[in-house]
Structure formats: C-alpha cells, structure tokens
C-alpha cells in the first residue's frame, strides 16, 4: 500500500475534501490520524474567512464538544458553520448511523436521525464527517458507514453538497487490532493509503503543544517517536503517549522521580529509561558556565548538545514568567542565539525552530532585535523567516 508521511497526509485530505472523493486512511493507534485532519480544517475555515467568506465567515465547531442547546443553534442555523464530526464507529450500533425505527403508519416505516445526520443532511450545511477506527466496526455497521462515504446519503437523507466524509482504521495484522477486512469492491471505491510518524512534521506541531525536553528527546531518539513494542504486555510509545506524557509531567523538574514514573505510564518503560539518561545530561549541564563561555558547547558530545537545545528551549518558553521586563528577556534570547551559533548546523537549526514554532510573533520580534541577526541570518535565514 502506498504510504505517506503526516506533511503529505494533511496535504491529500485538502485535495480529498477539495473534490469531494472518498479516502479511506490506514495508520498505527495514536499517530495522528483524526488530530492531524483537525487542524488541517481549522486552517481551511480561516482561509475561506479570510477569502470568499470574509463578509459572512463560518465558525468553527466541534460537534462532539457542543451541548444540546448548541447543537440545536448550530443545526438552525447551519450556514453559519462549519462541523467537525469525528464519529467512532468501532463503539456503534447500526442505529447509531442509520437512526432509530419509527412507524409512521401501517404500511410506513422511516427513522429518527441523530442530530449530526439532522444538520449534515441540509442543504447549505459545511463539514466533515470522519468515521475513525471504521475496521474495528462489526461488518453490519460498518458497510453502513462504507455506504454513506460512498453515496453521500443516510437513509434516505442527501448529505449538503458541502461535507466531506472520509474514514481512517488500523492497520490489519500490524497494530494487534481486531480488525476486520474491507472487501475488495467497497476498498476500489476509496483512495486509500497508510500515514507513518514524520519527526520533522511531528516537531513543528509539538512545539508549544509538548514538554521541550521530550521534543529534544524525540529528534535525539527518532525511533521512539513510534515504537510499538512486539510484547503487546508492554507499553508502547506514541505520538499521543508523548502528549499525554507532557501533560503529566507540564512544568516540573523533569529529572524528578515522579517525571520517570509519569513517562513509563505514557510511553512506556523502554522509552522512560532513554529519556531518564537523557535528563541525566540535562541535569549536568552548568547553565553559569555555558552562558559565560558558550564556545565550551563546542566540545560536547552529541546526547549532551540534545539535553542542551531542550533546556535552551524550556528558558526560551519560560521568558515571561523569567523576566519582568523586555529589555531583559531579549538580552536572554541574544545569549541564548550566541550559544546556538556555537552548535554544529544541524542541532542549530532544531534549537532555533524549537524557539520558532512555539510561538511565530515573539520569535519574529525577538530575532529582529537580535544582537547576533547578521551572523544568524547568514547561516539560517530560511528557517527563521515566517
């Protein structure tokens, strides 16, 4: 099957959503697989907003998240919006698509929709509906859900002209998923291919999102940003462990025994012990001497420069709780950039967008009033420019 990194998955379901044309996306658990469409329709919704839409934008709404009374709002006013419906269909029932039997007369039998089929079916509804862990579903309910990706309809309701619905599954015999097999007719009917982890891709989003450290620990130790361990007993590594590792651990000293025991829970232990030895370095870093001497970092090996660029990270991340004034944060950032110009290219390069991506307009304005500017220019310029 073809496969695709997460830059080019987010890519083909703008192309996808654009023509309408059904996609089916294979992946490991916890890669990205309805996250990743997520933000691809945010950005789509603030495009439209600011293009063709600019006098009437849509809001964007996530249906799972909306109480009754908004769900009714939304559904009274559907040009109003734009829905994201992320429906799991491996814990549904055939009623949960197709709506609930209702006998109208004698010889009539029609059904009472969910209020997401209600505000799909109208004519200038906006959206996307995504059925997610769809091979997980027993066969009756999923040919249900193949049947609407295919025929745009729910019973017998025409889904707007403007909704897209795509589905997305595990991999069948790789992801210890009970899977089930789509047969060949419906899989001819579907663009189909699988997404694997991209740890550049992955980092441009982390950053800001998660926990500096693991983001250094994930670009120093690649192959844990996806590290299924074949011992299905033991814990495997994710991308939504990390995150979820991240909120554990959020602002404490990460060389804390409870960091350890946090990391293990979410990721696993094989991926705790490396990111542990990781903190080691961290903590054996003289911040005091680095910063009075910054050529000094010439000389470290590669695992301490990583434990390095995450502690350089974390400062740039906490400057507003730091310092009190701007004058003072930007005398750090100047510091910080010194040392980073004493990185070999490729750590420097990871240091400047781990400061960057994490938050576009202070980096801009930092960077501009840099000290150093010219010499980072010159060595950098395509990847501190917006």
Request: neutral net charge; glycine residues 6%; proline residues 4%.
């Amino acid at each position: 099957m073809y496969k695709m990194d997460t830059k080019n998955y987010a890519a083909t379901i703008r192309n996808c959503y654009g023509k309408k044309v059904p996609l089916f996306v294979y992946g490991g658990p916890g890669i990205g697989k309805s996250e990743i469409p997520r933000q691809v329709f945010k950005d789509i919704v603030k495009e439209m907003n600011a293009g063709p839409r600019s006098k009437n934008p849509l809001k964007y709404i996530e249906w799972t998240s909306c109480s009754l009374v908004d769900k009714k709002e939304i559904i009274l006013n559907p040009d109003k919006y734009f829905v994201f419906c992320d429906q799991r269909v491996g814990q549904m029932d055939s009623t949960d698509l197709r709506g609930i039997p209702n006998l109208i007369d004698k010889d009539m039998l029609e059904t009472i929709p969910m209020s997401w089929v209600v505000y799909f079916t109208q004519k200038n509804a906006h959206g996307a509906i995504f059925f997610d862990e769809l091979n997980l579903a027993a066969p009756t309910v999923a040919g249900q859900a193949y049947q609407i990706i295919n025929e745009r309809a729910v019973s017998d309701r025409n889904l707007g002209e403007d909704v897209f619905v795509f589905g997305a599954g595990n991999r069948p015999g790789i992801d210890q998923a009970h899977t089930f097999d789509m047969p060949f007719p419906l899989r001819d009917r579907f663009c189909e291919f699988e997404v694997e982890p991209n740890v550049t891709e992955w980092t441009k989003w982390a950053t800001g999102h998660v926990n500096s450290h693991l983001v250094a620990f994930v670009n120093w130790k690649e192959s844990y940003l996806y590290n299924v361990d074949k011992n299905s007993a033991n814990k495997s590594s994710t991308p939504r462990g990390i995150v979820r590792a991240s909120r554990l651990i959020g602002e404490d000293d990460v060389t804390s025994n409870e960091v350890f025991a946090s990391v293990s829970i979410s990721c696993g232990e094989g991926f705790a012990i490396q990111f542990k030895a990781y903190c080691k370095h961290f903590q054996s870093l003289n911040w005091d001497s680095i910063f009075k001497n910054p050529a000094s970092i010439e000389k470290f090996e590669t695992d301490k420069l990583w434990a390095c660029i995450g502690g350089l990270a974390e400062q740039y991340n906490k400057f507003e709780k730091t310092y009190k004034s701007k004058k003072e944060i930007q005398k750090r950032f100047d510091e910080i950039t010194q040392i980073i110009l004493y990185m070999r290219a490729d750590f420097a390069i990871v240091g400047l967008r781990l400061m960057k991506d994490g938050d576009v307009k202070k980096f801009s304005t930092l960077i501009r009033n840099c000290a150093h500017i010219d010499e980072v220019s010159a060595r950098y310029q395509q990847y501190i420019v917006n």
